[in-house]
């Protein structure tokens, strides 16, 4: 037998090994992980179903909410929802929220002077 054809064997012997084995370990690789993934994929769904219906309830929430404000300040008005459809309401009731950036500010000046202001009587 010659050599050429002698590594020929083998080459062909050790491809088809290779093979073989690529096939087992993928086999084994999905059977692992294909519990893991079907795990995951279900926590995944769950949690983007519960994050739904958490913001659809917030937004509800935040709805009656700005309708019990908005009717406890105006009792001349018949349904406080209708009002807030049109949007204006809502984007009114935004803008006349406090600035707590300006608010912490302002007591925080107010403490350092009268911090300092203490000090001059120590």
Do not use: W
């Amino acid at each position: 037998m010659s050599c050429k054809a002698m590594f020929e064997q083998v080459n062909s012997i050790f491809q088809k090994g290779i093979a073989d084995h690529r096939v087992a370990a993928q086999q084994k690789f999905e059977s692992v992980h294909s519990p893991l993934a079907s795990a995951l994929r279900d926590s995944i769904n769950s949690a983007s179903v519960m994050t739904q219906t958490l913001s659809r309830e917030f937004a509800d929430s935040l709805r009656q909410l700005l309708a019990l404000g908005v009717s406890g300040e105006n009792s001349q008005s018949t349904n406080p929802l209708n009002n807030m459809n049109n949007g204006s309401l809502l984007h009114e009731k935004i803008e006349t929220l406090p600035n707590p950036t300006k608010d912490i500010s302002k007591q925080l000046g107010e403490y350092k002077y009268k911090k300092h202001s203490l000090k001059h009587y120590k």
